[in-house]
């Protein structure tokens, strides 16, 4: 049997210096001693300011802390958070985008804002997150396959950074692109889906307080399996929904076409919300397991999310709008 | 030594036993080769519970899912492979694999099933059936495990002499069915457009089509 006791004096898995940093810091000496070669040379290497793992600064606590979660929602494990990902554009298996994505480079990084909106164009990550206040959110984060983590995203209003482009009365939709480099995202040589991936959210869900644009994780910056550098955080949706590396955000009136809805529109809805009592063809949506469990739990409506956005589906029939 | 003393005590049935290369090297090396996933995932599981390694990745009950079905279609397919190797290459003895080779499969199948009962729903008889009946890929993965079953029970010889060599055999051409239904439930499972699935497809519709096509060219030699 998998279950394990641990005594106090027992060191975690988590204190144990992982391979990827061990290897990181073998590299980063490798590059220090480049750099040495360089000045020595009289050619200085400017160094990324991006780098996995950076801490970030200043990041305010908000209502959504880790204290406000029920005793059974511990943050899950970082180790489990940034080695069991879903992200196709680095490879169909769990453990692909962590050994995929780590020489995906993320600088410079640039967001085409369009559509129907007062202020459109093209914008730096860093002009579009530096005016923004970061703040720790922990969410809970439930996929359409089953299974669930507690992760405390650091990331900025998604309102407040769309209402900066003053999104007109035409905008009914929010439209979002994830980056298209076959080149540099090895997963989309394989036609898995219509790359880009590409995701919706009528434009109420993405003004509600809950809706943020993820940068980070951990207090540090967004490691590049989990969407580096700027990704959307649905906590009440399925985990597709939130799509990542985004390049690309669009005001519409009509529905925007998302990718899993177009590869199988039975089974992947416009809106998918949480909901337990809409079954999906292939996982039962009445449990979930939580990484790092066993045994299953009960699936929340709207992923336990919903005393807050319950409201913005009034009068609507959730099995006919899955 | 060994075959002195061998020619000693046994009888020229014994020796030529001992000596056939079928029983005492192709054999022990099916039995090796077929035990070796089950063995990495049992060094896996005990790397994780004790030194907390993470080779079943965070999500260890699906790991061993997948791993376990893996291993059950993959061995089956070599199972049904014997056959066209056989008229391909006219070595007759590999037939001799055919019945381990099978027993194998299904050996990773009901380990395979048994983890989903276990550990995936903890025998929670009611999801289970609702994953029968609602879930396609979950039902169509039930027909290849009801088509082994009693396959696997037949298998000694003791089945073969009680029901005669023609309605044994007839029973089991089963085999394709599950064949069929363990390609199906692998396609059916994964999302998007993925390759790997289709391959596992490929390789028993070729196996497939050697049975089709070998008898058909006999018959236009003789004629």
Known sequence: MLIKSRNASDVLSSEITPKSVFEKRRSFLKTAAFAGAGIAAGALPTLPAYAARTPLSGVQKSKWSAESLPENDPIT???????????YEFGTGKRDPKENAQEFKVTPWEISVEGACMKPGKISFEDLIKPETLEERVYRLRCVEAWSMVVPWV??????????????????????????????????????LKWP??????????????????????GEVMPNQNGAPVRL????????????????IKFQKTIPPTSW?????????????????????????????RIGEIFKRKTLMFNGYAEEVASLYEGMDMRKWF | MATSSAAAGATPHRVARRRDPVIWIIKPLVWVLCLAPLAWLGWLVADAFFYGGRGLTANSVEFINRYLGDWALRILL?????????VLSGWKQVVRLRRLLGLFAFFYVVLHVANYVVLDQFFNWAAIWDDIIKRWYITVGMVGLLCLIPLAITSTKGWI??????????????????????????????KGFQYEPLVYAGIFASLMAIR????????FKQR
């Open chain 1, 155 to 192: 990331g900025v209003s998604l309102a407040s950074v769309l209402k900066k482009f003053e999104p007109t009365s035409d905008a009914k939709y929010v439209a979002f692109e994830t980056l298209f480099d076959p080149e540099r995202m090895p997963g989309q040589r394989q036609p898995v």
């Open chain 1, 197 to 218: 991936y590409k995701e919706g959210l009528r434009i109420h869900e993405a003004m509600h307080p809950l809706s943020i644009l993820g940068v980070g994780m951990y």
């Open chain 1, 261 to 289: 809805n177009d590869a199988a529109a039975r089974e992947y809805g416009f809106y998918s919300n949480v909901n337990p009592a809409v079954r999906h063809p292939r996982w039962s949506q009445d449990s979930e397991r």
């Open chain 1, 77 to 87: 494990d970082y180790e489990d958070v940034t080695s069991y990902n879903n992200f």
């Open chain 2, 212 to 219: 089709a096509i070998e008898p058909l060219k006999r018959k």
């Open chain 1, 233 to 248: 955080v649905m906590p009440w949706k399925y985990g597709f929904k939130s799509i990542k590396s985004i390049v690309k």
């Open chain 2, 78 to 86: 070599v199972a049904l492979a014997v056959t066209p190797v056989c």
């Open chain 2, 161 to 190: 002499k009680k029901m005669g060599g023609c309605n044994w055999n007839r029973l089991h051409k089963a085999v394709y069915i599950a064949g069929a239904a363990g390609c199906l439930h692998f396609f059916m499972m994964r």
